[in-house]
């Protein structure tokens, strides 16, 4: 990881120290050579993995390639959605109805088509300010979320909050939007099924049309695949800007997809890429408002 302040523009003293103390978390606490060491990297394994020359892109997506929410390509990609069922449909007529957020967050809590929502404890739809440039997306409430009603407010939102802080952005400051492809908790946290991520995922493209974020984070595998209806692993869909179209917005959004901060909590030695995607997530930032979130 690079804490170059050259390679990340103009930095206040509140966001280099942010900057630092999240290095200094995630174990860079001396400076030992004139170039970093990836101790964290050292297994064979990886280290084989950082070698092996970087996967070609999908014929299909170049740099600022438009994606639509459902990528057709069967050998490239899979339909992010089942075929249409009267749950999904009822999903796309309820978010389709819904003009203002309030709205949606109306008329999402009150869709009984999911099962989810029968054993989850609230209903956790966003949180930081609508209108915000950023809009990041996880994949769905945890233990605390569920007892709290709000996004990332749990271990992995600890350390989501420290690394957006680490480049000048914030949920309180009104700098980042944050919801998840679910607004329910699956139980004992197990992985969302397709299912029932296809009959959430009307409101999440809703979600994101009615809050126009310039930019836009897929925090994780799941919102990746399901907005880029990619089948890839997150680590080959990671890194890289794609622009996505979402209807009925003119112009698409350029989106970026990372690795989810629960993984980098369990994998310490993924927070080198992690880093990078902030790299490239304020560097999108100050090309389009190089304002946001400078104090
Ligand atoms: N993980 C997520 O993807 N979202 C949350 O809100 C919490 C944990």
């Not at 990881?1 to 942010?18: H, I, N, T, Y």
């Not at 680490?166 to 329910?184: K, Q």
């Not at 993924?270 to 190089?290: N, Q, T, V």
Request: glycine residues 8%; proline residues 11%; aromatic residues 4%.
């Amino acid at each position: 990881m690079s804490s170059d302040p050259r390679e990340q523009g103009g930095q206040g003293r509140a966001e280099l120290l942010a900057a630092l103390s999240l290095q200094l978390a995630w174990g860079a606490d001396e400076a030992l050579a004139e170039s970093p060491q990836d101790r964290f990297g050292a297994s064979a394994e990886l280290a084989a993995k950082l070698a092996a020359p970087p996967a070609p892109p999908p014929p299909a997506a170049g740099r600022d390639a438009p994606l639509m929410f459902v990528a057709l390509s069967p050998r490239t990609a899979r339909p992010a959605t089942p075929p249409v069922t009267a749950p999904v449909a009822q999903a796309e007529r309820a978010a389709a109805s819904a003009d203002t957020l309030e709205a949606l967050r109306e008329v999402f809590a009150a869709f009984d088509g999911c099962a989810l929502r029968e054993t989850a404890t609230n209903f956790v739809f966003a949180d930081g300010v609508p209108g915000a440039p950023v809009m990041l997306v996880g994949e769905g409430p945890g233990a605390e979320e569920d007892r709290e009603g709000l996004p990332f407010v749990g271990p992995s939102g600890r350390l989501l909050d420290r690394m957006l802080a680490s480049i000048g952005l914030s949920r309180r400051e009104g700098t980042v939007y944050i919801t998840n492809v679910l607004p329910w908790r699956p139980p004992g946290n197990r992985s969302p099924t397709d299912s029932e991520i296809a009959l959430c995922l009307p409101f999440l493209k809703r979600h994101i049309a009615l809050a126009k974020p310039k930019l836009l984070v897929l925090a994780g595998g799941v919102p990746a695949r399901a907005l880029l209806g990619a089948r890839e692993g997150i680590t080959r869909l990671r890194g890289r800007w794609r622009m996505l179209e979402c209807p009925p917005l003119v112009e698409p959004i350029p989106t970026l997809a990372t690795l989810h901060p629960a993984y980098l909590l369990r994998n310490p030695g993924a927070k080198r890429e992690a880093w990078s995607d902030l790299i490239l997530l304020r560097r999108r930032l100050d090309e389009l408002s190089p304002q946001v979130g400078r104090h």
